[in-house]
């Protein structure tokens, strides 16, 4: 049974910093890309950050470049965002994701966690 668990959100204050955390289990961490998405209330899901299995290659959303930071343990399975520089509109639920292949695309995830509530506040 896989298992993705974020950790680490909550409310900052714009400007902040929080680290989010994503522990997973049930399958072997190290093959797959670990992605992060948010959702904020009346949006549709959108893509924050990927990252290959070997680190090697990440991908930003725009909006979140220079800011985030994406990053890997494969010893500890488990992923993590780097947030900083907090602005109000990266209020959000956000959620981890594993992939078998880069994208930005939802779709291309195939296990999710339950997602992590960050909020920003001006």
Not at 38 to 61: C, D, H, I, L
Request: positive net charge; glycine residues 10%; contains cysteine.
């Amino acid at each position: 049974q896989v298992q993705l668990v974020e950790s680490g959100g909550g409310l900052v204050q714009a400007g902040g910093s929080l680290r989010l955390s994503c522990a997973t289990s049930g399958r072997t961490f190290s093959r797959y890309v670990m992605g992060w998405f948010r959702q904020a209330p009346g949006k549709e899901r959108e893509f924050v950050a990927a990252m290959n299995w070997s680190g090697a290659r990440t991908r930003y959303a725009d909006s979140v470049n220079g800011r985030f930071t994406i990053s890997r343990d494969n010893a500890k399975n488990t992923v993590y965002l780097q947030m900083n520089s907090l602005k109000p509109e990266d209020t959000a639920v956000y959620y981890c994701a594993s992939a078998q292949a880069m994208s930005v695309m939802s779709y291309a995830y195939d296990y999710w966690g339950q997602g992590t509530q960050v909020t920003v506040s001006s």
